[in-house]
């Protein structure tokens, strides 16, 4: 329950932060469309639908990538996005938690997950902050060079990732 | 979708929406999801080394009677950050206390306790095995084991207590019991007068026949009481069974199977049984506790089946039991089990037929109406035809409507039986 209101919290202010933003750059009908994310949410910690989080973080990371075309402020947005995500992280702890029917020292599984997704993140935020300070100047072909250096890399993670399962 | 995949394609967006558009922002916003990908690959599980006792307490019980499990996991391996314990329950057992699945974390040489109360109706369970997952803290990694650790617990059918059952076969054995033997010797029961022979015992000399007859002395003969060899048939053949309102007409056989075994067994009896339907399951004869204890085992797991050769009693074995021993045959009984029983009855055999009724356990399963009226009028009539073929060869029937307790059915009907046959 506590990781669900933890949840519905994040889900609430990063929707905020991202309103107030749309709201002060004078978008008003996406603002008021922002603050529909929180409600949905809310309403789906009831109905416990595993793809509508998934679906609404995906639509926070789309308007906040909108807002960053449109020059608002990037802390504001990563902050946002981050929170966002916070939340479906969240979500689906709880959901973990509800679907096993009985646990064993849970207040510890909590805190222990909550403590790690916040240093994931926070780390995260930390790295974000400092590469957006570090201006290095790239030609095309460089960047088009790491481009396909980063799709490798993920490609290879994710084979990682699918031999470890076997 | 899984949960590695969304990530993964959130990355992939962000990351060229900033290739796209040639602005950092994008990428810094990658940047979270990476670490967040990067913990849960660190925080993942490797193999899982555990140690599992499953106790089941006790190892066999009464139908209705609650049992419990206990469940303990001891890690040898690793660290397990988020660990699911998933018991393989049995169908048809009804959880009442506890459940068979565990949440947790499980540190190095760490264990965890996990109980559960459960109940069930007649028959075997086999829990195969536990089923493990386990996976990092954010569940983007789950690893999933299975664990073999078999297991049973025998739940034995009800036993209904039955009063004593009279029956009369033609043939006992040496030791003494309750069942009179049809031949003169010693005992207590009345069963005839002679002429006086010399060694006679002088105190079974009848006087008032000797009064009736001047010069000539009589002995009273009495009748001895033996135990006998009797042989339960169960019929388990599929067909023989029909599911109705009232649960299985199959397991009411088997209640009716156990009540004679125990009540046949308390009055000494050599009793055995045999289940015949997919295959032939026997219980060869014996006395006392121990066989009540094996024939009860038995019946825990005895089961409907189908087979090509015991489709028909013909296929049989009948030189198996005893020459003119008693059988018990629990079955609704079909059209060609007639001419079988009949034969078997020319054998020498005594047979018993203890019927439950299939119309009356089925017609509740029909809508009314005038046609239905009509077919249970024709299965009665059938029923009444088969019947009387079978008593006119001398088998006894009790037909048994099985809403009505087989301890009236039985003691009323097989008293009065033996009554007319004395």
């Known amino acids: 329950m506590r990781t669900k209101i933890m949840s519905l919290a994040c889900a609430f202010l990063s929707a905020v932060v991202m309103a107030w933003s749309y709201f002060r750059f004078g978008y008003l009908f996406i603002t008021l469309g922002i603050l529909i994310v929180p409600i949905i949410w809310a309403v789906n910690l009831r109905l416990g639908v595993q793809w509508i989080p998934s679906s609404l973080l995906f639509v926070i990371c789309i308007v906040s990538s909108v807002g960053l075309f449109l020059d608002m402020p990037v802390l504001w947005m990563l902050l946002s996005w981050l929170v966002s995500f916070i939340a479906w992280d969240l979500n689906h702890f709880s959901y973990r938690m509800e679907r096993a029917q009985s646990v064993d020292g849970a207040d510890q599984i909590e805190r222990h997950h909550i403590l790690w997704v916040l240093s994931a993140l926070s780390l995260g935020f930390l790295v974000a902050v400092i590469t957006l300070n570090i201006k290095v100047a790239l030609n095309f072909w460089v960047i088009v060079v790491l481009s396909i250096l980063l799709v490798w890399g993920i490609g290879q993670g994710i084979r990682m990732v699918k031999a470890s399962r076997l | 979708m899984s949960r590695v995949v969304f990530i993964g394609l959130l990355i992939y967006l962000l990351v060229f929406a900033g290739l796209a558009t040639l602005r950092g922002e994008f990428l810094a916003m990658a940047i979270p999801l990476f670490f967040y990908l990067a913990f849960g690959l660190i925080d993942r599980p490797g193999t899982m080394q555990l140690e599992i006792h499953r106790e089941i307490v006790p190892k066999w019980v009464n139908s209705g009677e609650t049992f419990q499990i206990h469940l303990n996991v001891t890690n040898r391996g690793q660290d397990l950050k988020e660990i699911s314990l998933q018991d393989s329950v049995p169908m048809n057992l009804d959880i009442l206390e506890g459940s068979p699945s565990l949440l947790c974390e499980l540190p190095i040489q760490g264990s965890i306790g996990l109980s559960y109360t459960c109940r069930a109706t007649r028959g075997l369970f086999l829990f195969p095995g536990v089923r493990l997952i386990s996976s990092d803290r954010f569940g983007l990694f789950p690893r999933t084991e299975s664990y073999s650790l078999k297991d049973r617990i025998l739940v034995r059918p009800e036993v209904r207590r039955l009063k004593r059952v009279i029956i ?81 007409l199959f397991e009411h056989l088997v209640s009716a199977t156990a009540a004679l075994s125990h009540a046949f067994l308390n009055e000494g009896n050599r009793v055995g049984m045999l289940i015949y339907g997919g295959f032939l399951d026997w219980t060869y004869s014996g006395y006392g506790k121990m066989q009540r204890e094996r024939i009860l085992q038995a019946l825990a797991r005895a089961r409907t089946g189908e087979s090509m050769i015991f489709d028909k009693l013909e296929h049989l074995p009948t030189q198996a039991f005893p020459p003119r021993s008693q059988i018990v045959l629990l079955s609704p009984l079909h059209h060609e089990d007639v001419p079988i029983l009949i034969r078997w009855r020319s054998f020498g055999y005594d047979v018993i037929c203890i019927c439950p009724d299939p119309i009356a356990f089925e017609q509740d399963l029909f809508p009314q109406g005038e046609d239905q009226e009509l077919g249970l009028r024709l299965a009665r009539l059938e029923r009444k035809l088969l019947f009387s073929q079978l008593r006119q060869a001398g088998i006894q029937l009790i037909p048994w409507i099985v809403s009505i307790p087989i301890e009236q059915v039985i003691g009323g009907a097989l008293n009065r039986a033996s009554f007319r046959r004395v």
Request: glycine share 12%; net charge positive.
């Open chain 2, 168 to 248: 009369r076969p033609r043939i006992t054995r040496i030791y003494a019991g309750n069942i009179p033997t049809r031949q003169s010797g010693s005992g207590v029961d009345f069963y005839g007068v002679r002429s006086y022979q010399s060694g006679d015992p002088l105190r079974y000399l009848n006087w008032k026949s000797a009064a009736r007859h001047p010069g000539l002395l009589f002995t009273t003969e009495f009748e001895p009481e033996r135990v006998a060899v009797i042989w339960l048939m169960l019929d388990a053949r599929q067909r023989s069974n029909i599911q109705g309102p009232g649960g299985s």
